[in-house]
């Protein structure tokens, strides 16, 4: 009979390493919320054309979904301390340089670079938060609280930045960075322990140009295809993007040292878990765009009350995710997933029905308490399941499907919704439909400039059409997501729970569909205090 050993627990310093970890996830979260906000100064002060307005809000996004999977390998190789390090330090050099840009393409070049230090910080610290919590219960509860920071952005993003927009110039948005980057610098080598792969050779330049090659496309296509409609450069772009991602896994394969080591997919678990996630991401996060788009354009909220409407989804997954942990000792992961998902497709139907900014509130923040046991558990067993070796590549692989999943759910979800509201707008107009009214904010924009009593009836139709759109995507996501709920269940329910650590030392590894964990393992690990 084995002996298993119980993973050591974590000690006070690595809690408070914890909290250093938390605060770029925090800011790297209002960093996407508050540029939104600064978007008109930034029009009205250094007048970049259409197409450099477009790559000043889009290039971040790009560079960071492309570098995720080498930034994670790379984090492997040289060590993930040191990568995060260098990344803080480059994030807040770009920060301060995007605050004093005084043109657009300086400003892009700012944007750009943040988008690259941004790819080293997400996996960079969720791999070591994997390394630093061994024991699944706490490290669950440490994902849970890293994942907390990252939605609480989402609504002190707009407060924060509309404050600051209120009193400063629009530079100022981006020097919140600043002091955070300071303080994980100064107190990161502190509290934070080195870890990188033993043995780890170098990374394979090939394989990096053909994911760069092979992502960026299909994001910008992706990206092109929510804002413009089915174009044929869009679609031209993730169809050769994706063709350059097949030449990427078929090159994975041959090496001895790959760029990505695709056996972590065949980990049912691993598999399970991230498919699960995207997906859900996919159906849920494009619903946070239409619905800050309601608050503010069909609403007619001023960015700081919009902001506010978010709190309570903010509270409701903050809270979810701290208790995820909790419950999946109780029960096994699945159920308690499945169980949020009912919550969250509760409040898809809320707003599937909603006539008002109440209900918006109520159906958001229901399905943000739905998606946390979601998130915080999914992350969980993605980063348990993987060898300690390869953990840097298993956050990376999560991010960026994360990303890839939240950019079809806009593409497809989005364009469900915009043709609903042309569809409304042309029958609910008396005449013409005006040109440049094709989104809400177009029409908002083309209101500005009609008669008030045009006005009005174009922006009351347009409010109307924007909201039946809003409620048929809901509804369409809210059935999809039952059908993740089914997935969920057959795929990860011989997940046990969180029991005691001396019985459970990862408790998706234990299964005995689990080969990856050893058979990954080509060097042995090395930690450095």
Not at 391 to 409: H, W
Not at 471 to 489: C, E, K, N, P, R
């Amino acid at each position: 009979m084995t002996t298993m050993t119980a993973p050591a627990q974590a000690t006070r310093r690595e809690w408070a390493g914890l909290a250093v970890l938390a605060l770029p996830t925090l800011l790297v979260s209002v960093d996407t919320f508050v540029l939104l906000l600064a978007l008109p100064q930034i029009s009205e002060h250094l007048h970049p054309s259409s197409t450099q307005l477009l790559w000043i809000s889009d290039i971040y996004s790009f560079l960071l979904a492309g570098f995720l999977v080498t930034m994670g390998t790379l984090g492997d190789r040289i060590g993930r301390r040191r990568l995060l390090l260098i990344g803080a330090a480059a994030f807040g050099l770009a920060s301060v340089l995007a605050a004093y840009a005084p043109n657009p393409a300086l400003l892009i070049a700012a944007r750009a670079l943040l988008g690259l230090a941004g790819a080293t910080l997400s996996p960079s610290t969720l791999a070591l938060i994997a390394n630093m919590f061994r024991d699944p219960r706490q490290r669950a509860v440490a994902i849970g609280v890293w994942m907390a920071c990252f939605m609480s952005g989402a609504a002190i993003g707009p407060i924060v930045g509309g404050v600051l927009l209120e009193r400063f110039w629009w530079g100022s948005v981006f020097l919140l960075a600043v002091p955070v980057m300071a303080l994980l610098l100064t107190a990161g080598p502190l509290l934070l322990p080195e870890y990188r792969a033993g043995g780890a050779g170098g990374v394979d330049l090939v394989s990096v140009a053909l994911s760069l090659a092979g992502i960026l496309p299909v994001v910008y296509g992706i990206t092109g295809l929510a804002r413009a409609g089915w174009q044929a450069g869009y679609v031209a772009a993730v169809a050769a993007g994706a063709a350059l991602l097949v030449a990427f896994v078929r090159r994975q394969r041959r090496l001895p040292e790959p760029l990505l080591d695709l056996r972590l997919l065949a980990n049912r678990t691993f598999t399970a878990a991230m498919s699960g996630l995207t997906l859900s991401t996919m159906l849920t996060g494009a619903m946070m765009l239409f619905i800050t788009q309601y608050f503010q354009l069909a609403a007619g909220l001023s960015p700081v009350r919009a902001g506010l409407c978010m709190v309570p989804a903010a509270v409701a997954m903050t809270a979810s995710s701290l208790a995820s942990p909790r419950l999946a000792r109780l029960t096994r992961p699945a159920y308690v997933i499945a169980t949020g998902l009912v919550v969250a497709i509760a409040g898809l139907v809320t707003i599937g029905q909603a006539d008002g900014s109440a209900l918006v509130i109520a159906g958001w923040a229901l399905i943000t308490l739905g998606s946390g046991p979601m998130v915080t558990l999914s992350v969980d067993l993605v980063m348990g399941t993987a060898p300690a070796e390869k953990a840097g590549s298993a956050a990376a692989l999560n991010e960026t499907s994360g990303q890839l999943g939240f950019a079809l759910g806009v593409a497809a979800l989005g364009s469900v919704g915009i043709a609903v509201y042309r569809a409304r707008l042309s029958a609910a107009m008396p005449g013409r439909v005006p040109a440049g009214a094709d989104t809400l904010g177009g029409a908002t924009a083309v209101a500005r400039n009609l008669p008030r009593e045009a006005a009005a009836v174009l922006l009351h139709a347009a409010r109307s059409a924007f909201t039946a759109g809003m409620h048929t995507t809901a509804t369409i996501s809210a059935v999809l997501l039952a059908g993740v709920i089914v997935m969920v269940i057959a795929l990860l329910r011989h997940v046990r729970p969180y029991g005691p650590a001396d019985d459970s030392a990862g408790s998706a590894a234990l299964e005995p569909s689990h080969p990856a964990a050893g058979e990954l393992s080509s060097a042995s690990p090395r930690s450095v205090a």
